[in-house]
Structures are given as structure tokens and as C-alpha cells.
């Protein structure tokens, strides 16, 4: 499984950020409808569960594992499925437990080798992550875009759904926009 460094910032001024991200030249990849199924492990663990998600253009499947709150405390293994509905169907067959369905609208965009996610999610407000493939070109983008690095969180969306906005998603079987 590979590592996942990444960041977030909540509460973010998303047309301050997008004027940031035209003017430093970010490319824009797209801006779409997220939708994911969440389903526990066979033999569930506490902080591992797998994902499939679609865009409407491309599909994956991942498999993610926090061991801690960090930067680099996430590890996952993803690859891309042809068809949403036919692999749902595949992963309840075998026995894989739904934990819920979720809905998010993502605007992404590349630059210095990361990936800029600004993200709308049901219930809490406007969020950014950002992902590269370590912490230093993570700090870079966020001196470029004039973000305190220090100000960044490391937790996940479910932490920040319980620990910030006191709400348990987990507990939401079908969370939409």
C-alpha cells in the first residue's frame, strides 16, 4: 500500500482560492459529482474500510488504512473499475458489508505535481486538500498559495465530520448534496 500525504484546510473563501489558482497558473482537471460507497472489511478493523468511487469519468476501488493523524498516516491501494454498479455488485457478493452511500462535489486542480481538491460536502462547509508525493512539496503549494501550512489538518473526512462539526457520517447511511 502506498502512503498518502496530504493536508487539509477548512472553512476555506473558495473564489479567493480559485483566483490564487488561475493566477499561479494551476491546471483546472475538472469539477464534477462525486459518488462513493463505503464498505467494511470482510473481517472488519477499526480505520480500514474500502471505497469505490465514481465521477461520472473515472471509477476506482481503494483500500485505506489510517494508522494515525498525521501527514503521512494514511495508506491505501486503489485501482480503476470499468463500471460502478457492476463492482458494487461484485463487493456484496463476496460479502463486503455497505457501511453508506455519500455524495461530494469535487473541483480539481494539478500544479507542482500535487493534486488541489476543493471539496463541498452535505452539512459542513467548503473544505481544500491538497496531495503530493511528500510533505515538502505539500509546504511549497501552500506558501504559494499563501496558506499557513501550520493552520492544515491531517484528519480524514469522517474526523472531520465528528471531531469539528460534531456529526457522525458513519452513522448517515445515505449523506447527498
Not at 476506482?60 to 495508506?75: C, P
Amino acid at each position: 500500500m502506498k502512503t498518502e500525504y496530504e493536508v487539509r484546510f477548512l472553512e476555506i473563501n473558495k473564489d479567493d482560492l480559485l483566483q490564487k489558482l488561475h493566477k499561479l497558473g494551476a491546471v483546472e482537471i475538472g469539477n464534477w459529482l462525486q459518488i462513493r460507497k463505503t464498505f467494511d472489511l470482510i473481517n472488519p478493523q477499526p480505520n480500514s474500510w474500502f471505497r469505490l468511487r465514481t465521477n461520472g469519468e473515472k471509477t476506482t476501488l481503494t483500500v485505506k488504512e489510517i494508522n494515525s493523524a498525521k501527514i503521512d498516516g494514511t495508506k491505501e491501494a486503489e485501482v480503476i473499475v470499468n463500471d460502478f454498479d457492476e463492482m458494487d455488485t461484485i463487493l456484496k457478493k463476496i460479502g463486503l458489508k455497505e457501511r453508506n452511500y455519500q455524495e461530494n462535489k469535487r473541483h480539481q486542480f494539478k500544479y507542482k505535481n500535487t493534486e488541489i481538491d476543493i471539496d463541498t460536502w452535505p452539512l459542513i462547509p467548503t473544505y481544500l486538500e491538497i496531495e503530493g508525493e511528500n510533505e515538502d512539496i505539500i509546504k511549497e503549494v501552500c506558501a504559494d498559495l499563501e496558506l499557513d501550512y501550520n493552520k492544515s489538518i491531517t484528519m480524514d473526512v469522517t474526523d472531520i465530520y465528528k471531531n469539528i462539526y460534531k456529526i457522525d457520517i458513519l452513522k448517515i447511511k445515505k449523506l447527498t448534496i
